[in-house]
């Protein structure tokens, strides 16, 4: 146990670690080789989370401090050791992949700076630095004449956009603005940001107020709507064709129920890279939608939005350009750590609409960040999102991207033309769906009548599961599994493998192993429940 003094608590703010200590052989580890420290320390095989806890159980706050070093122990076997490798190149099933080394060091440098964005008297070249990378970014999306960036990127009173700890807090900003000015100042009645959401309702003679978006809409749409107060019933879900884009006769049906039912669509959420499915909706179609309805018109880029480095895939977001505000997050595809993305406005305008101010800190008029940012105090990660872009630049992001979106196609055609595999959802961007089903069940299934067909699909909703779980606890190669409504299968709900192509270091020989691998974990399930009955609805006659 370490001695509790005042002595040594200066000590702390002041001496760092000794060379050969605990600690700071960990740093150097990390710095010399990251992949090895990760390889090294990170237990493969899955251990139950039910054990996991066991070592976080404790509740008391110690009352006697314990060394540095001690506690660099702990981590290593306890909290390192069961983290997820999440850079790993067969680690393909999430959003979340590997870093360029240099973003290490730099956030090193962004934590010891220790900046805060929510005012310039905290952060200095950091807000300047700031509304800089919001103008790259608004440059690449929007693409407006050099003398609009001269005259808004510095603004006092404009911002063309907002930083943001992730995708979930961009949306919620974009929504919040499309909110407050569609019930904005009106004669007498102050705005819905003063009186609240009762009054703009009698205000404005309605029963409600809504955000449309495809069923392909993240979650986050959802919490905004209940943050926002228009609840999430008012969040109106539009159906998706057979490639998950949303239908535009739906949507226009719609937006005419809701206007019946004197329930106000404000807001047409576009997507550009579902999260399921990497599918982007036809942004040009919803921009006309969105003008001929008065509808704000948000694009949840948060996944898609770096395809717009490469001018071979840029033409597929056709239409962004349009949009009133788009999110991209840069924990994504711009390869920069976990806790940043933003939300950019065409409009430089558009962001008073949730203008706060405070004298002791936010001052009228002053360029503070803090008073159009939903979030009070804020990290300095526009640094490293700034390094990004320097230092990989828009060719080397283009390559990237395409990288990506051409390794998914190779991957999905091989899937296709398995015996043993099924493509779900075609790639579009470099997310795409399949699943396992053996030669003699896809026979049957197309000549399966539709309560054998469900069946089937039962069952191997089971088995796609099975094969996730144990694919992961094996600890190898991880894809995720989703829940779609192919349209092949009358909108009949079955369980997938989604696969998720970010890492620049994910090849064709390490799809080709995970496939393997969920053929031999296939092959080991023989004798289950599962296969005997998968095997047993096979054999009945049609
Ligand atoms: C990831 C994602 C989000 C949410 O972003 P977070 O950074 O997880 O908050 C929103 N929309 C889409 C399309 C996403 O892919």
């Given at each position: 146990m370490a001695e509790i003094s005042m002595e040594n608590l200066l000590r702390i703010f002041t001496v760092p670690e000794a060379p050969g200590s605990t600690l700071n052989r960990l740093d150097n580890d990390i710095s010399a080789n990251l992949a090895g420290f990760l390889q090294e320390h990170i237990v493969a095989e899955e251990a139950d989370l039910v054990k996991i806890e066991q070592d976080f159980n404790d509740t008391r706050i110690p009352e006697d401090p314990i060394f540095v070093s001690e506690h660099a122990e702990f981590l290593l076997d306890k909290v390192v050791a069961q983290s997820v490798h999440t850079s790993s190149p067969s680690f393909v099933g999430h959003m979340t992949s590997a870093l360029p080394y240099f973003m290490i060091p730099l956030s090193k440098i962004m934590i010891a700076l220790n900046q805060n964005l929510v005012k310039t008297e905290t952060s200095k070249a950091f807000t300047p630095l700031e509304r800089q990378v919001l103008g790259m970014l608004h440059r690449l999306t929007y693409g407006q004449s050099s003398e609009f960036y001269d005259t808004w990127l510095h603004h006092g009173r404009k911002r063309l956009g907002a930083f943001c700890s992730g995708g979930t807090v961009a949306n919620i900003t974009a929504l919040w603005t499309a909110r407050n000015r569609a019930f904005g100042p009106d004669g007498n009645f102050p705005g819905i940001n003063h009186s609240g959401i009762f009054g703009a309702m009698r205000h404005y003679g309605c029963e409600g107020a809504a955000v449309l978006v495809s069923e392909r809409g993240h979650y986050s749409l959802s919490k905004?709507?209940?943050?926002?107060?228009?609840?999430?019933?008012?969040?109106?879900?539009?159906?998706?064709?057979?490639?998950?884009?949303?239908?535009?006769?739906?949507?226009?049906?719609?937006?005419?129920?809701?206007?019946?039912?004197?329930?106000?669509?404000?807001?047409?959420?576009?997507?550009?890279?579902?999260?399921?499915?990497?599918?982007?909706?036809?942004?040009?179609?919803?921009?006309?939608?969105?003008?001929?309805?008065?509808?704000?018109?948000?694009?949840?880029?948060?996944?898609?939005?770096?395809?717009?480095?490469?001018?071979?895939?840029?033409?597929?977001?056709?239409?962004?350009?349009?949009?009133?505000?788009?999110?991209?997050?840069?924990?994504?595809?711009?390869?920069?750590?976990?806790?940043?993305?933003?939300?950019?406005?065409?409009?430089?305008?558009?962001?008073?609409?949730?203008?706060?101010?405070?004298?002791?800190?936010?001052?009228?008029?002053?360029?503070?960040?803090?008073?159009?940012?939903?979030?009070?105090?804020?990290?300095?990660?526009?640094m490293l999102v700034h390094a990004g872009l320097k230092i990989i630049s828009r060719r080397g992001y283009a390559m990237l991207i395409e990288k990506g979106i051409e390794l998914a196609r190779r991957f999905a055609d091989r899937i296709a033309s398995l015996e043993d595999f099924e493509l779900v959802s075609e790639p579009e961007l470099n997310i795409f769906t399949y699943r396992w089903v053996p030669a003699e069940v896809q026979a049957r299934l197309r000549d399966a009548d539709e309560g054998q067909r469900q069946r089937i699909n039962e069952v191997l909703s089971r088995i796609t599961q099975a094969i996730q779980k144990e694919q992961r606890e094996r600890g190898k190669a991880f894809v995720s599994r989703t829940r779609l409504k192919p349209e092949c299968y009358g909108q009949q709900a079955i369980t997938v493998f989604r696969v998720v192509l970010a890492n620049p270091l994910t090849t064709d020989e390490v799809l080709r192993e995970v496939l393997e691998e969920q053929r031999e974990i296939a092959a080991g399930m023989k004798d289950s429940a599962n296969m005997q009955e998968l095997m047993g609805l096979v054999a009945l006659p049609a």
């Open positions: 905004a709507a209940d943050v926002l107060g228009i609840g999430r019933e008012n969040l109106v879900s539009v159906e998706t064709d057979s490639h998950n884009r949303i239908c535009l006769d739906a949507l226009e049906r719609k937006i005419e129920e809701l206007k019946q039912q004197r329930i106000r669509p404000f807001a047409l959420v576009g997507i550009a890279g579902t999260t399921e499915t990497g599918n982007i909706d036809p942004l040009d179609k919803l921009a006309d939608i969105a003008e001929a309805h008065d509808l704000h018109f948000h694009v949840d880029a948060a996944w898609g939005g770096p395809t717009l480095f490469s001018d071979r895939y840029r033409p597929l977001l056709k239409g962004i350009e349009r949009a009133d505000s788009v999110t991209i997050d840069a924990h994504k595809q711009l390869y920069v750590p976990m806790g940043v993305g933003l939300v950019l406005f065409r409009d430089p305008s558009m962001l008073e609409s949730i203008e706060h101010h405070a004298q002791y800190i936010i001052r009228q008029g002053s360029k503070d960040l803090g008073s159009t940012t939903l979030e009070g105090s804020r990290p300095g990660m526009a």
